[in-house]
């Protein structure tokens, strides 16, 4: 395996709510154009004690999701422990043990240096693993 392309999207602290949804969304539509992905696979929010903080992620990814949808793309989500556990068999692994085990257990090339980058780089590693068992399991119940 190995990462074709990753990015993060900041945006300014003092910017309105509804801007800097807009931004995400642009964002997240314009890498869609550029790279023309075929499924899109999000890490599910868990909700912490710090609702204020938990809403503003919710609506990101809210706006990620709509962006997936207006251009007809799959989307997957897997819980935080589903992901630690695909990449390195432990549910409370930290972020450097995620990149760690991307970088040597899974031999995965260009795993980026940035955090967030190389979290979304495990929740895709989750999703191929993943998929092909909820394909399974969906076919199953058939």
């Known amino acids: ?25 642009e964002g997240v539509a314009t890498a869609i154009r550029e790279h023309r992905p075929e499924v ?42 589903e992901v630690k556990m695909a990449v390195t068999g432990v549910g409370n692994a930290s972020k450097e043990d995620v990149r760690r085990s991307l970088s040597r257990l899974l031999r995965m090339e260009g795993v980026p240096d940035e955090p967030d980058a190389a979290d979304a780089a495990a929740v895709a590693v989750c999703h ?9 399991v969906k076919g199953a119940a058939r």
């Open 128 to 136: 191929i693993q993943q998929s092909r068992l909820r394909a399974l």
């Open 40 to 81: 899109m696979a999000l890490e599910r929010l868990m909700w912490g004690r710090n609702t204020e903080s938990a809403m503003a992620v919710a609506q990101a990814s809210g706006v990620i999701m709509l962006a997936a949808g207006g251009a007809g793309i799959a989307l997957a989500e897997y819980a935080p422990l």
């Open 1 to 25: 395996m190995r990462v074709l392309w990753s990015g993060t999207l900041r945006t300014p602290a003092g910017l309105a709510p509804e801007r800097r949804l807009a931004r995400i969304h």
